[in-house]
């Protein structure tokens, strides 16, 4: 089985700094891995994703993340957040044989103050 | 071209009644999973359906149960309502071949008093 853990719970940041959102994982066997982000009282949308490849993904809204095999690590990152930024985001993993059905962590809200 | 929808957006049920929330993929998507999601916590996977059957389950009672008809909709049922399952009820879709790309819906709120 696999598990993710978000080892945060909330990051309070200001606009315009740099902001890392961190995620670990475990699965016994190959993953792949995700972002998604829920503003309030939506649903969940994709930032990115890392399939294969090279372990730096880029996203969509300036994000980014690092695939870091040994340390199963899949941190989230962004070099310069505004206040639209400010929601909450999930990471999620599936395994690549069942990829239809993803384990997600709890979450990391995000706060950009101004 | 309309996402993923479901309905209705919010309701309201009593302890011990039984509930249905509806949902209609992406557009050229076969595939519907069906998640919890507690307040504060993240996404649970409920079952999938492909093909009008479900085809795997996560850790759910069989208070839970499903359906997806010939046009890929798919209906996720809950018989004897606990407090416990007051959650946003969301649902996925992806393409054939493609099951790794799953496109969310907004989610159902049910509230269970």
């Known amino acids: 089985a696999q598990s993710v853990t978000q080892l945060d719970s909330q990051v309070p940041v200001f606009e315009e700094a740099p902001v890392e959102l961190r995620c670990n994982y475990s699965?016994?066997?190959?993953?792949?891995l995700f972002w998604y982000v829920q503003y309030p009282n939506q649903g969940l949308q994709l930032l990115l994703k890392?399939?294969?490849?090279?372990?730096l993904v880029k996203g969509i809204n300036g994000f980014e993340a690092e695939f870091n095999k040994s340390q199963t690590s899949f941190h989230l990152r962004k070099p310069s957040v505004h206040i639209s930024d400010t929601a909450e985001y999930f990471c999620a993993v599936s395994r690549t044989n069942n990829a239809g059905k993803s384990t997600f962590g709890d979450g990391t809200t995000l706060t950009v103050k101004p | 071209d309309a996402g993923v929808t479901q309905s209705p957006t919010h309701l309201i049920k009593t302890r011990g009644q039984q509930v249905t929330l509806r949902c209609s993929p992406k557009s050229g998507h076969d595939t519907v999973s069906w998640y919890q999601q507690a307040l504060g916590q993240g996404p649970q996977f409920i079952f999938q359906y492909y093909e009008e059957e479900e085809r795997q389950r996560g850790n759910f009672p069989d208070r839970f149960s499903g359906h997806q008809f010939p046009n890929y909709s798919s209906e996720l049922n809950v018989n004897a309502l606990l407090l416990g399952d007051s959650a946003l009820y969301l649902c996925?879709?992806?393409?054939?071949?493609?099951?790794?790309?799953?496109?969310f819906g907004p989610g159902t709120r049910l509230t269970v008093t």
């Open positions: 699965s016994s066997v190959s993953v792949y």
């Open positions: 890392y399939l294969s490849g090279s372990t």
């Open positions: 996925a879709s992806s393409s054939p071949g493609l099951s790794y790309e799953q496109y």
